[in-house]
């Protein structure tokens, strides 16, 4: 579905991250870890706590590498299991601190289901990648609800080009969230 | 009868209005039903977002600390360290230090000095010409993530680490290493120094940490370290762009000169 460079890219990358090449483990990081932080900080809402999982997170993964299974889920969507996991273990650890400290009232607020989070960031970053133009048409038909007509005519394009954005933006959005695995159409 | 133009399906996932026959047609057609459906729960997420709704990049000591429980300690370089490299803020580096070991009769005395006198200012212009590089290692980082998204979120909180470098062996220690990092917080910088013998190689003596120019004329002496990690308190005087290089040297343990002995083990130039 993707092109297929990135596909063989991330193949690779897989096949060393499983080998156990330490360059492999950077490269995942320096992909995936701005959506597991980002996860991590929405669910938790604290810098150290979010880093203290986030690193949890890649350790575990580097540990539990063997576990990966790449015909099943993509690594992306691997990440964020664990990432889910980690995040609800840290839920637990304050549950457990406020039982103990005997709070009676919870301060926290009700936790923000991870892969929600995951969601909304992925389809944010989704659009902020978009180029220029594919942007503001994108961003006119979600946030001024405009339609296509009003929108060729607010950008003077062919209508045509504004219908050919909205789809293809729609569907790259779509096929990244598919790749992490809690896309509309699931893993 | 044919599926309606893809275009077309998009624009009916965005509520658009549509001719009949293509509005039936999705009604009754699974296969545009799940592209329509699917669709439009893209755009009903895209809708709602809100300002908070963005990635942010971690602060890089994530990685350093991940690096170091994967890695017994032994840190693989920073994301972003290289695109700093090719890109350098500060004017290039001079050149290679010189061994400390084998300086031309370079005056020491003076040179090695107790930490207290290190406090000395010796650089007003310390702050501004390491901390600019700082923020410009988080740009990169940011950078080498894919995208100036998340730049703004990356660069809120202050930066605390300021430098890093491995430390290598000199070539009668081979199979040592270790790490430096400069961290900030408050306004006082810490080196954190942590280190790793070969095998079976016992340390006979004190290892001392110094920071130095290049040409090791002008070494500071941090202290000492505990076992093989230390952190120590960087005089505010003290400018890392002047004295980069962070050396663990070995010192007969009852050796009264405070100066250097000329047994470097490892050393390292931080990347500021
Ligand atoms: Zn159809």
Redesign the interface.
Known sequence: MTAAPNDEERDALVAAFLAGDERALEQVYRRYSSLVYSVCLRSLGEVTEAEDVTQKVFVAAWDKRHNYKPERASLSAWLMGITRNKIVDAHQGRARQRRIADQVASNYDTPREPLDVAERLIVADEIARLDEMPQKVLRLAFYEDLTHMQIAERLQLPPGTVKSHIRRSLIKIRRRLEESGDGPSGA | MAHPA??????I??G?DADQVSLDHVATCRACTDEV???Q???A?????GP????????P???Q???S???DGRV??L?GAVLLREQPVVPPAEPDPVPFGGLPDGPRDGAARPADAAAAPRSPRSRPRWFVPALAAAAALVV????G??LKGALD?APDVVGATQLNALPSWSGANGTATVEEADGQRTLVVTMEMPAGRTVDGRLDVWMSDSRASDMLLMGSLNGLSGRFAVPAGVDLAAHPIVDVSLEPQDDPDPAHSDVSVVRGRLKL
């Open positions: 893809p275009d077309l399906l998009a624009l996932a965005l658009e459906h699917t669709l729960q893209v755009a997420v895209g809708r709602t977002l908070a709704d963005r990635l942010v990049a971690p602060h000591r994530v990685w600390r991940i690096a429980d994967v890695n693989i370089p994301p080498g993530l894919g995208g998204f998340a909180p």
